[in-house]
């Protein structure tokens, strides 16, 4: 959904981002500030307000951290536009705007390395080196994909960094096309990193599920409507940098409880009768999924996009060399 909405925004507004594009600079370097400057000043044990307790502001930013809703899609956008031929109207819009979009899903890639990575890489990295952070692991096959995948985050933004700062026509100019192209030729490389980062989370939740270690015992608990991982990433979401220190290291390995009948209500209860005394009908909110399906429906889902990116890809260089 949201790389479909970014991408008719990214559309509609094209002129729009090309003629004010430091405009839409300031406006999302704005959730990034607002990161940030909590963040460091927790580094030097100042305690600010949570910027993210704000309504509507604050799930704006619990977005920057997540990734999901703006930093990936963005970064996909772009991926695709490079991979389609210039002939369609749509794809000559995109294109036009390819650099800004490049800059802006900058600040929303950055909010959620300096959460994420800090919080997830020390832990990570612990993870390879103690033995004993390995055997609290209750599958240590997928606590060490899982934290394989935090280290390659460091490595991503390491790559991003550079490549990002050079979609800048200021930095582009001084460096000269010829520099400026071979540095951005390691975006393919990235794009890589990005698919095996984002498979590695899921396949690593998938084996070592999040939530207590071997040996834990984890009490039983009565579910809602939503999905226990619903629930889950909602608290998460709630406390973005707890969040983060929960994930070191591969410490959740329990199993997450399923999601019992009766959408929106708990178990074993009936749903309210609307009008005439006849149940409510489900509507597409009240559908759920378990946390297992959920995570098939993500591997699906990217390898859909990055297997169709990447035939894009081949298709467009046999056409170059014809």
């Not at 094209?14 to 460091?40: D, G, N």
């Not at 210039?86 to 900058?106: A, D, Q, T, W």
């Not at 929106?264 to 489900?282: C, D, I, M, T, V």
Request: glycine share 12%.
């Amino acid at each position: 959904m949201a790389l479909g909405v970014l991408t008719l925004l990214a559309v509609l507004l094209s002129k729009s981002i090309k003629k004010h594009a430091a405009v839409y600079y300031i406006v999302f370097a704005i959730p990034l500030a607002l990161v940030a400057i909590p963040f460091i000043a927790r580094l030097f044990g100042i305690e600010m307000f949570s910027f993210g307790r704000i309504p509507f502001l604050g799930g704006i930013i619990r977005d920057y951290i997540h990734a999901g809703t703006l930093g990936f899609p963005l970064l996909i956008i772009i991926m695709y536009i490079g991979a389609l031929t210039p002939k369609n109207p749509i794809v000559i819009k995109l294109l036009g705007i390819r650099k800004e979009l490049s800059i802006l899903s900058g600040f929303p890639i950055l909010a959620h390395s300096l959460i994420r990575v800090t919080n997830n890489f020390p832990g990570a990295l612990n993870f390879f080196i103690d033995s004993e952070a390995r055997g609290r692991a209750a599958n240590a096959l997928g606590a060490g994909i899982s934290n394989f995948s935090f280290i390659l985050g460091v490595l991503m933004l390491a790559l991003f960094i550079p490549l990002w700062i050079t979609s800048f026509d200021s930095v582009h100019r001084r460096m000269g096309g010829v520099k400026w192209k071979k540095l951005q030729r390691w975006a393919y490389v990235l794009y890589a990193m990005l698919f095996i980062h984002a498979m590695c989370i899921q396949v690593g939740s998938m084996l070592n599920p999040r939530g207590g270690g071997r040996g834990e015992a984890r009490p039983a608990v009565e579910v809602t409507a939503t999905t226990a991982e619903t629930a889950h990433n909602h608290n998460n979401r709630a406390n973005p940098e707890s969040h983060g220190r929960a994930e070191r290291g591969g410490r959740g390995n329990g199993k997450m409880a399923q999601p019992t009948a009766g959408a929106g209500n708990k178990a074993g209860e009936a749903r309210p009768a609307g009008r005439g005394g006849h149940p409510q009908s489900l509507g597409f909110a009240d559908i759920t999924v378990g946390p297992q399906t959920k995570r098939y429906i993500h591997m699906g889902s990217l390898l859909l996009i990055f297997g169709s990116y990447l035939y894009l890809r081949v298709r467009k260089a046999r056409v170059r060399k014809q």
